[in-house]
């Protein structure tokens, strides 16, 4: 007798077929074969190359988890599923300003902003849980709040914000996801809130120990993640210093590094 296929219990789907998003959404789908995970993108060159046996970013180990769930339960589309999914991560791009107030210096939201608008007008019943994936300034959640809420209304659409920001580095993305030190949700603290995050945290403990899962307001996710680059900045340019200190002094600049951690 044929097997039948047990339905999905969760629908995800992430906005952006990137560095980020498709690795995230890949690792998540190997881990939770019963979560059916769909990455859009408006790309369509990109999305054809994620369907294909080149796909459009190398990182080690990718290619095979790709492959063990493409077209199982990860699938790659340039078709909107907003009203599908339960829960929506945006993973756009978040450039540096090229005009207006805060060019050269201030991120662009242009992308974050226009998939909540797109949402927004979609998306005019039920409850959903948007995620920011992109790294993005303190306080992006409000923004998003703000063109979400046009569906809020009486009767309309429920949204809970969440920042779960990725914390990964080029060349080890799928270690980095598949055994991260950490994993970060931010979200409101009130009931609504504390449920979309435990919601979240739940895919994650699929194969995260829940003691690696800390739990913040939303404010204190989105700051958290650029203090961490800030932090590495810091780290690179102290180590670049001590170079020289050691060049001048005979010491091997990588077993100081390594003995300083």
């Given at each position: 007798k044929r097997k039948?296929?047990?339905?999905?219990?969760?629908?995800?789907?992430?906005?952006?077929?990137?560095?980020?998003?498709g690795p995230t959404m890949a690792v998540i789908a190997s881990k939770c074969?019963?979560?059916?995970?769909?990455?859009?993108?408006?790309?369509?060159?990109?999305?054809?190359a994620w369907n294909s046996n080149d796909l459009p970013i190398y990182e080690p180990g990718l290619?095979?988890?790709?492959?063990?769930?493409?077209?199982?339960?990860?699938?790659?589309?340039?078709?909107?599923?907003y009203k599908e999914a339960d829960i929506i991560f945006i993973s756009v791009n978040t450039p540096t300003k090229t005009y207006g107030t805060g060019k050269g210096r201030a991120a662009d939201l242009k992308f974050i902003e226009l998939a909540a608008r797109r949402i927004s007008e979609v998306v005019t019943t039920g409850s959903k849980i948007i995620v920011e994936k992109s790294t993005v300034p303190v306080r992006c959640s409000v923004a998003l709040k703000k063109i979400l809420g046009a569906c809020s209304t009486e009767g309309g659409a429920k949204f809970q914000i969440l920042s779960n920001p990725e914390f990964l580095?080029?060349?080890?993305?799928?270690?980095?996801?598949?055994?991260?030190?950490?994993?970060?949700i931010g979200g409101d603290k009130d009931e609504a809130g504390q449920a979309a995050v435990a919601k979240l945290s739940s895919v994650y403990e699929n194969w995260v120990p829940k003691e690696r899962i800390i739990t913040t307001n939303l404010w204190s996710s989105e700051l958290s993640?650029?203090?961490?680059?800030?932090?590495?900045?810091?780290?690179?340019?102290?180590?670049?210093a001590i170079s020289a200190v050691c060049e001048a002094t005979g010491a091997d600049v990588d077993e100081v590094a390594n003995a300083i951690g």
């Amino acid at each position: 007798k044929r097997k039948e296929k047990m339905p999905f219990h969760l629908n995800i789907l992430c906005v952006g077929a990137g560095y980020v998003g498709g690795p995230t959404m890949a690792v998540i789908a190997s881990k939770c074969p019963n979560i059916k995970v769909t990455v859009y993108d408006l790309n369509q060159e990109r999305i054809d190359a994620w369907n294909s046996n080149d796909l459009p970013i190398y990182e080690p180990g990718l290619d095979e988890v790709v492959k063990s769930v493409r077209g199982k339960n990860l699938f790659f589309t340039t078709t909107e599923a907003y009203k599908e999914a339960d829960i929506i991560f945006i993973s756009v791009n978040t450039p540096t300003k090229t005009y207006g107030t805060g060019k050269g210096r201030a991120a662009d939201l242009k992308f974050i902003e226009l998939a909540a608008r797109r949402i927004s007008e979609v998306v005019t019943t039920g409850s959903k849980i948007i995620v920011e994936k992109s790294t993005v300034p303190v306080r992006c959640s409000v923004a998003l709040k703000k063109i979400l809420g046009a569906c809020s209304t009486e009767g309309g659409a429920k949204f809970q914000i969440l920042s779960n920001p990725e914390f990964l580095a080029e060349g080890t993305a799928i270690s980095d996801l598949t055994k991260p030190d950490r994993v970060l949700i931010g979200g409101d603290k009130d009931e609504a809130g504390q449920a979309a995050v435990a919601k979240l945290s739940s895919v994650y403990e699929n194969w995260v120990p829940k003691e690696r899962i800390i739990t913040t307001n939303l404010w204190s996710s989105e700051l958290s993640k650029l203090v961490a680059n800030a932090f590495l900045a810091q780290r690179i340019s102290s180590i670049n210093a001590i170079s020289a200190v050691c060049e001048a002094t005979g010491a091997d600049v990588d077993e100081v590094a390594n003995a300083i951690g």
